[in-house]
């Protein structure tokens, strides 16, 4: 079974920037969409950014124009590019794609 390790997260005062990885353990992104999701303590975990086997990319509105998710097929790693950050973006954030075990994902905490 592919697994998906999480990193990057950490601790960045709002307006501050981050980029999660998302690394697989086999060649999965030319056949697979992924997505990046968090979860807010007390809150449902929720899709924010999307991308296509052809690299399409959707997002989230309450992070359209400052997430940005790209990936590196030869890296089996995926990306999450976090600019303009806000205290309402902390939480715990995990990449995904259909069929796959959730990992352990990355805590991101936006305070000053």
């Known amino acids: 079974q592919v697994q998906l390790v999480e990193s990057g997260g950490g601790l960045v005062q709002p307006g501050g920037s981050l980029r999660l990885s998302c690394a697989a353990s086999?060649?999965?992104?030319?056949?697979?969409?992924m997505a990046w999701y968090r979860q807010a303590p007390g809150k449902q975990r929720e899709s924010v950014a999307t991308?296509?086997?052809?690299?399409?990319?959707n997002y989230a509105d309450s992070v359209k124009g400052r997430f940005t998710i790209s990936k590196d097929n030869a890296k089996n790693t995926v990306y999450l590019q976090m600019n303009s950050l806000k205290p309402e973006d902390t939480a715990v954030y995990y990449c995904?794609?259909?069929?796959?075990?959730w990992g352990q994902g990355t805590q991101v905490t936006v305070s000053s």
């Open positions: 086999g060649s999965i992104f030319r056949i697979l969409p």
């Open positions: 991308i296509g086997i052809d690299g399409t990319t």
């Open positions: 995904h794609g259909p069929g796959l075990d």
